[in-house]
């Protein structure tokens, strides 16, 4: 690339997922003249270089300039792929609106410094410059002088500076601008027509090399096999288009509805207005009626609160309840004011609106933030069309393979040139035949059979209700050795069953009151706690919210309704929520409770709260949460001193614990006043609500499966610590005999620097409660502590957090035995796939979509249990809510990893074995005639590349995988071994049948001695064969070399077809026996059948019956000694383990290199101690990286 100075390049993007650099270039007219002759001479060649390498194409065609004048921009993504595209830089021109309403460069619109569209503009010509690159505008910032996404609000205003400067909307002239530079708010996924993915296809380099294999085959007349080639071709590119059409289809239909929705939008000037959403720009100000809408953008609420279903996004259809952003004093940024999660007071585009409650002046208010594909839905789609290359090892080999094909054909080529120039043959012949030889070589039909394969597999796996969306992960599940589950969902039950519930009062807890007795809860706080404290909303009669909520709500047995005209009571609004007991309930001195506000859940804050009205009673605030962070923001006093132990009581036993309190308010207060702050402060503690969840049958079979195949489970979840324990023992993920140490990691305080604990989780017998079948019995265990893999790490995603950050030397040691991480933010989880993904492992997720999208995406592959549209963002989809699908998956990938193996060594073999028989006849300036390359060609290997690939997968996971590579030492070794073989069984052939007393060059047969003395051959040459024999192909080499190479390729065809362990037996693929069969019945049928006329047909000579018995012997020695090579030595695993271990070779995969450090060390794991990161022990000193896919396989 040569260097460039300052100014020429810049990063884009940057420390996103998506980071690029960015090089200015500019056009030179001298050098676009060149390259036009170039292209007119070269007949078309020179601009498909360019297509496939386009940063040839800016380097022939413009020099290096600055960013700020260049028109031509190349750009290079930074991650290991290094992939380059070239951008036109387009000039946007704002004089268009200078006649609508006189925009002239100092117009106060435009002189505003402070928002990015007004840095954009060059003055005084009204001009902006912009790129787009993938999907989204970036223009020229001249003050920063760099390229800036356009289309979202800045990141910096403050909460105060959003209300104040967009509270009342934009004047027209400012949507005007804006919808000129920003573009539509449109997410337009244009159906690609036909002709284009077509071309696109066929100018894939390997069509290109059949394009030119055919026109050479046209030019000797080999008509047929050149016809069967175009068919072939054909169907694989319709196949690949008619997919890539779909995928199209499917996401235009996903994304369609989304551009034309009308919604209502305030003007400075204009007032309310009725607007199609496409003209919608960042900063408009949205009004949100109570009718159901659909987002067409990412707006921030700053009046009113919304109900939203996010199932878009997250995959769960749980409504979520949004909240206004605060009008804060700081000049803070808005993200960041409070500790909570911000995305709380942002209504994601694609997400439903299902109500919208206005506070006292009447109206819900939310000013656009995003529009087009910066918005989150906008996101999803993008990931979907610019998904992240795959660096599968067996891509990079394929090319390496093909490239020793085209070394192996140039060789043949500089033997063939000679021999033929040296014979005196005219120029053409010489050229063509040495053309031939090059598709001899290199087999056509390659890629069309590797596809069949993978086809096939998407066919079981489609059959087992597993959907995929990129085939060509199919083929990384093979190499699958670690899989993450999300908990709650996927190992366990989606819903929650209510328990009992833990009361308690001055002297501590009292009795569990217990919900399968069927007795009513007594009224009292906590009663009145579990009625009003949820986000529960009352859609068309029916009770809708989450799970967790409506089993709570359920339990009271009370009913929910909206406060009508009928119900005027002081400081409750009209149309607030209020609960109610039901008729059959006894002793509640309330008639109702109205719900005047809430502050919703957040996972970052783990709980609750709401402000409530007793009608005619007191004003409450009610707050429910994690055990832990409830209990912090009450009295001391109220807390029972037992506490830490019941509540460990409960979670050691895999329970879901919540807990309540409350505290009352001055009913003088209005409501919409009191800050969060306020209201959860000196709460009096109420108690724990215990909620059950159940692991699903299949979970305990699914993972003793994958951990007996040597396949590392490890859990990722949101729930509390103590329940994912106990989850994963009663899973089996963890076993009884092994040990579980708690890792707790503190942030830098004040005084003391980040610190890192680690205790082993010490299990007591508890007593049990109701049905023993339910929970275990923990007992103390007692195991070596020293055992590899006798212990297993948990911690939560704040430790992660501050490991990652302060012991980053530490991770990978923590993370070669980790297995139960929670409390882990969507964010962690993807990271946390991330840092094993660097440790060298093949990483599977698998959840249920709502927030594992990112670690779903970022996965080698990623499996997704939820129908929900979030679901495409994971490779796989399981139509089965279960994780069976794991193990299906994971045997469908060996399989086909094992099936693309056998492929290639038969169609290296296939290819080698036509090279060296044509090599040996080109020797006599002789060659196969058509017929005969078409039988070989389409009788034989289209036969079998098809029906090869048939064999399903093993139904038992083995302990070890399937080589990665195709240049694994027994891989190569049965290639280069079985083509030694064959060239040695060849050379053997041509030679003896010219040492035969029969062999002279005049004799055109030698079917009439069968019992002749050899004495009376010369003397009664048989003249029938001769006549209209094709004499430029038949001789006896020519009749051996083809019957030798024709069955050596069934042969091989028959060795190469791998079984067990990773596919179902060859002789279950039945189709394939019955193919084999009938094609050796046919060969064996024309070598011993003396039909003249058939003969002559195929160009072959008629040869003594002894001779035909030795074809037979020699290809049968071949059989044996192939068979047994491949057997004993090359599939012989024990063998190979045990060459390993006399070389000393070990594993260079990161984790194995970790692994036996730890195993060595014997102060490894840390027991009982503390740690601070200024201690020289847990430095930053070691850095590890490496490149995701860049592991190097142990096993063979």
């Known amino acids: 690339m040569g260097h460039f100075e300052k100014g020429q390049h810049a990063l884009l993007n940057e420390g996103e997922e998506n980071e690029m650099e960015i090089f200015g270039y500019r056009t030179q007219g001298c050098r676009k003249s060149l390259c036009l002759a170039g292209s007119i001479f070269s007949f078309g060649i020179l601009p498909l270089v360019f ?167 046209f030019s000797e007349d080999y008509k047929e096999y050149a016809f069967a080639i175009i068919i072939m071709s054909i169907i694989s590119i319709s196949l690949t288009v008619y997919d890539l059409r779909e995928q199209s289809v499917k996401l235009h239909h996903l994304v369609e509805s989304h551009n034309s929705i009308t919604v209502s939008v305030c003007g400075k000037k204009a007032g309310v207005q009725e607007l199609e959403s496409r003209v919608l720009v960042p900063g408009d100000l949205l009004i949100l009626t109570g009718n159901k809408v659909l987002m067409p953008c990412d707006a921030v609420l700053i009046e009113g609160s919304c109900v939203v279903d996010e199932g878009m996004l997250t995959g769960e259809s749980i409504p979520v309840t949004k909240t206004p952003l605060p009008k804060m004093d700081s000049s803070v940024p808005w993200k960041t004011q409070s500790e909570a999660d911000y995305k709380r007071h942002v209504l994601f585009c694609g997400t439903e609106v299902i109500q919208a409650k206005a506070a006292c002046s009447g109206t819900v208010r939310a000013v656009v933030l995003q529009t087009g594909f910066n918005t989150a839905k906008g996101d999803l789609v993008r990931s979907i069309l610019y998904p992240k290359p795959m660096n599968f090892k067996l891509y990079r080999d394929a090319i390496r393979f093909l490239l020793c094909l085209v070394g192996t054909a140039t060789i043949g080529m500089i033997y063939t040139l000679c021999v033929y120039v040296l014979s005196g043959e005219p120029p053409e012949e010489v050229v063509r035949k040495a053309l031939d030889v090059i598709t001899i070589a290199v087999p056509p039909a390659l890629p069309a059979a590797l596809t069949t394969g993978i086809i096939y597999a998407q066919r079981r796996l489609k059959k087992r209700g597993i959907f995929c969306i990129s085939p060509q ?44 007795s069927g007795q009513a809860l007594p009224w009292g706080p906590l009663c009145a706690a579990m009625a009003s404290c949820h986000s529960l909303i009352l859609l068309d009669g029916t009770i809708q919210g989450d799970p967790l909520d409506l089993k709570m709500f359920e339990g009271t047995t009370w009913e929910m309704a909206f406060s009508g005209d009928d119900l005027h009571i002081k400081g409750v609004p009209a149309h607030a929520m209020v609960v109610k007991p039901c008729r059959t309930a006894s002793q509640v001195p309330v008639e109702g409770i109205a719900i005047l506000r809430q502050f919703p859940f957040s996972s970052a804050l783990q709980r609750m709260t709401v402000i409530v009205q007793e009608m005619g009673g007191d004003r409450l605030a009610f707050m429910k949460g994690a055990p832990e962070r409830v209990a912090s923001f009450c009295q001391p006093e109220t807390v029972p001193t037992s506490f830490v132990s019941e509540l460990q009581i409960y979670t050691t036993q895999g329970f879901r614990v919540i807990a309540l309190a409350y505290k009352k308010l001055e009913n003088d207060h209005q409501t919409t006043t009191l800050t969060r702050e306020t209201v959860e402060s000196d709460l009096i503690f109420l108690g724990l609500l215990i909620l059950e969840n159940r692991l699903k049958e299949e979970t305990k079979p699914v993972l003793e499966e994958l951990i007996s195949a040597r396949i590392r ?484």
């Open 713 to 1196: 489970t490890v859990m990722i979840t949101g729930d509390n610590l103590q329940t994912a324990i106990t989850v994963a023992r009663k899973s089996g993920m963890v076993s009884e005999s092994q040990k579980v140490i708690l890792i707790e990691a503190n942030e830098t305080t004040g005084s003391s620097s980040a610190s890192i604990s680690w205790t082993l989780v010490e299990e007591k017998k508890h007593i049990t409660y109701g049905n023993q079948d339910n929970y275990i019995n923990i007992r103390d265990e007692v195991s070596d502590k020293g055992r590899e893999g006798s212990y297993h790490f948990a911690l939560t995603g704040k430790s992660f957090h501050v490991i990652s950050q302060h012991f980053s030397s530490l991770l990978p040691k923590i993370l070669i035995n980790g297995t139960i991480f929670a409390r882990m933010s969507p964010g962690q989880k993807s990271s946390l796939v991330e840092e094993f993904q660097k440790l060298d492992y093949f990483v599977g997720m698998c959840g249920d979509g709502a927030n594992d999208c990112g670690a779903l995406k970022m996965a080698h592959v990623g499996i997704s249990l939820s129908e929900q549209e979030a679901s495409v963002a994971s490779p796989f989809t399981s139509k089965t809510p279960n994780i069976e699908c794991v193990p299906h998956l994971i045997k469908e990938g060996r399989a086909a990893l094992v099936t693309s193996f056998c492929m290639f060594k038969y169609m290296a073999l296939y290819s080698m074995i036509q090279y060296v028989g044509v090599l040996l006849l080109y020797w006599e300036t002789n060659s196969l005639s058509n017929y005969q390359f078409l039988f070989q060609d389409l009788a034989i290997t289209t036969l079998i590349g098809v029906t090869m690939n048939l064999n399903g997968a093993y139904p038992k996971l083995v302990p070890f995988r399937p080589a990665g590579r195709l240049i694994s030492p027994p891989l190569l070794l049965s290639v280069i071994f079985n083509i030694l073989l064959s060239l040695a069984m060849h050379i053997a052939g041509f030679i003896l049948v010219q040492r035969q007393p029969w062999y002279s060059m005049e004799i055109h047969s030698a079917c009439t001695i069968q019992n002749e003395s050899i004495s009376e051959l010369t003397m009664s040459p048989t003249a029938p064969e001769k006549m209209e024999s094709n004499s430029a192909f038949t001789s006896f080499e020519n009749t051996t070399i083809w019957f030798l190479g024709t069955i050596n390729c069934i042969i091989v065809a028959l060795v190469f077809s791998k079984g067990k362990p990773f596919r179902q037996p060859t002789y279950t693929n039945y189709i394939f026996v019955l193919v084999l069969i009938i094609q050796l019945g046919v060969c064996l049928f024309i070598l011993f059948a003396d039909i003249p006329e058939l003969y002559r047909r195929l160009d072959l000579l008629c040869t003594p019956i002894l001779w035909r018995v030795s074809i037979v012997i020699m290809l049968s020695l071949n059989f044996i000694v192939s068979l047994v090579a491949e057997e004993a030595v090359i599939e012989n695993r024990a063998l190979w383990m045990m060459i390993k271990r006399c070389f000393g070779y070990q594993s260079k995969s990161q984790y194995r290199i970790w692994q036996r450090d730890l195993a060595n060390d014997p102060s490894w794991p840390p027991l009982n101690q503390t740690s601070h990161s200024d201690m020289p022990e847990c430095g930053r000193g070691v850095s590890y990286s490496n490149p995701v896919f860049e592991s190097n396989e142990e096993q063979l």
């Open 51 to 217: 297509y496939w390498r386009p940063a040839w194409h800016v380097w022939a065609h413009c020099v290096p300039c600055s960013l700020q004048e260049a028109d031509t921009v190349l750009l290079r993504t930074t991650d290991e792929f290094q992939i380059y595209s070239w951008k036109k830089v387009i000039w946007i021109y704002l004089s268009a609106l200078n006649s609508a309403f006189g925009l002239t460069p100092g117009h106060p619109l435009i002189t505003d410094e402070e928002c990015i569209i007004n840095r954009a503009i060059r003055k005084p010509d009204l001009k902006v410059r912009c790129i787009k690159v993938q999907k989204i505008r970036y223009v020229w910032n001249y003050l920063e002088g760099q390229f800036q996404k356009i289309g979202s609000l800045e990141d910096w205003l403050s909460s105060a500076k959003i209300h104040q400067k967009f509270g009342s909307g934009l004047t027209r002239e400012e949507q005007e601008i804006r919808r000129l530079i920003c573009g539509p708010n449109t997410i337009d996924v244009e159906v690609t027509p036909i002709w284009k993915l077509l071309i696109k296809e066929v100018l894939n380099p390997f069509y290109i090399f059949q394009l030119f294999s055919v026109c050479l085959w």
């Open 473 to 516: 992960r199919i083929n990384v599940c093979g190499q699958l050795n670690l899989v993450c589950f999300d908990k709650t969902g996927t190992l366990t039950r989606d819903g929650l069953d209510l328990w009992g519930v833990v009361s308690c009062d001055r002297n501590g807890f009292q009795e569990v009151h217990s919900f399968a």
